[in-house]
C-alpha cells in the first residue's frame, strides 16, 4: 500500500476551471515529483522541489501549472485555467534524497477530467 | 535526449512459464535504469534498479533484470510466472544529472493466465 497520499481520487472539471491536487509524501521524504501519465502511459515529468525549493520543471509547468510544498502542509499541483487537452492521471511521487538513486514512492494518483 | 522503448505492448503467457518483458533506452552516458509495476488500481511500485556493478540485479516479488550495455537493454524476468504477476510494467530511466527525474517507457500489459 503506498504511502504517498494523493486528494482527491478524481475530479472533474470544466476548460477554463481551476483544478488542484494535493500530495502528502511519505514521512520523512523531502524530496517530491509530480508527474503526468496520460491515456496512453506517456509519462510527463512535470516539476520536482526538495522541501519547498524547487529544482526543476518543465516549461509548460511555468505557465498554467503551479505547485508548492509548504513547510508542514500537503504538497499541491494546481492548473490555473484546463484545458482538455490536461485529461490525465496526476502522480505524485516522493524520494528520501534527490542524489541519483530514482527510487520513487508514488500515489495512487489525481485522475482530472477535463469537460 | 533520452529515451526508453518497451516494444510489446501486451504479453501473455501461461502461469508457471518463465517471463521476460523487453526494455531498450537510448543515452548518451551512464544510465540508471530501473523497473516499476502498475497492478490495477494501485500505484506504481519499485521493482529493481541498476546503477552500477553486477548486470545482473534482483528485485521485489522474485524479479530480476539483465543490463546488457551491448545492445543498451534491460530486460525483466522471472520465473516461473504467477497469475499474480499481471499487471503494468513500466521501465524507466534516469539520467546521471536529472535529479532523479525519470523517463519511462510506454509500459508492458502483463496477462499470466491460468
Known amino acids: 500500500n503506498s504511502k504517498v497520499i494523493q486528494t482527491p481520487r478524481y475530479l472533474v472539471k470544466g476548460q477554463g476551471q481551476k483544478a488542484k491536487m494535493r500530495c502528502i509524501p511519505e514521512?520523512?521524504?523531502?524530496?517530491v515529483f509530480w508527474y503526468q501519465q496520460n491515456k496512453n502511459n506517456e509519462f510527463k515529468f512535470l516539476i520536482n522541489?526538495?522541501?519547498?525549493?524547487?529544482?526543476?520543471q518543465i516549461d509548460m509547468t511555468e505557465k498554467r501549472f503551479s505547485a508548492e510544498c509548504p513547510s508542514n502542509s500537503p504538497c499541491s499541483l494546481e492548473i490555473q485555467s484546463s484545458e482538455a487537452g490536461d485529461s490525465a492521471l496526476y502522480l505524485c511521487?516522493?524520494?528520501?534524497?534527490?542524489?541519483?538513486?530514482?527510487?520513487?514512492?508514488f500515489g495512487e494518483g489525481s485522475k482530472l477530467t477535463v469537460l | 535526449a533520452q529515451s526508453v522503448d518497451q516494444p510489446d505492448a501486451h504479453v501473455t503467457l501461461s502461469e508457471g512459464a518463465s517471463l521476460e518483458l523487453r526494455c531498450s533506452y537510448s543515452?548518451?552516458?551512464?544510465?540508471?535504469l530501473f523497473w516499476y509495476v502498475q497492478y490495477p488500481g494501485q500505484s506504481l511500485q519499485f521493482l529493481l534498479k541498476?546503477?552500477?556493478?553486477?548486470?545482473v540485479v534482483k528485485g521485489t516479488k522474485g524479479f530480476e533484470a539483465e543490463f546488457r550495455k551491448s545492445n543498451s537493454s534491460f530486460n525483466l524476468k522471472k520465473s516461473p510466472a504467477h497469475w499474480s504477476d499481471s499487471a503494468k510494467y513500466f521501465c524507466?530511466?534516469?539520467?546521471?544529472?536529472?535529479?532523479?527525474?525519470?523517463?519511462f517507457g510506454q509500459g508492458t500489459s502483463l496477462s499470466v493466465v491460468p
Open positions: 541498476y546503477i552500477t556493478g553486477d548486470t
Open positions: 543515452y548518451s552516458a551512464a544510465p540508471y
Open positions: 511521487a516522493s524520494s528520501l534524497t534527490r542524489a541519483n538513486t530514482g527510487q520513487l514512492y
Open positions: 524507466a530511466l534516469e539520467a546521471s544529472s536529472s535529479f532523479s527525474k525519470l523517463v
Open positions: 514521512k520523512g521524504h523531502p524530496v
Open positions: 522541489f526538495q522541501n519547498q525549493e524547487v529544482l526543476q
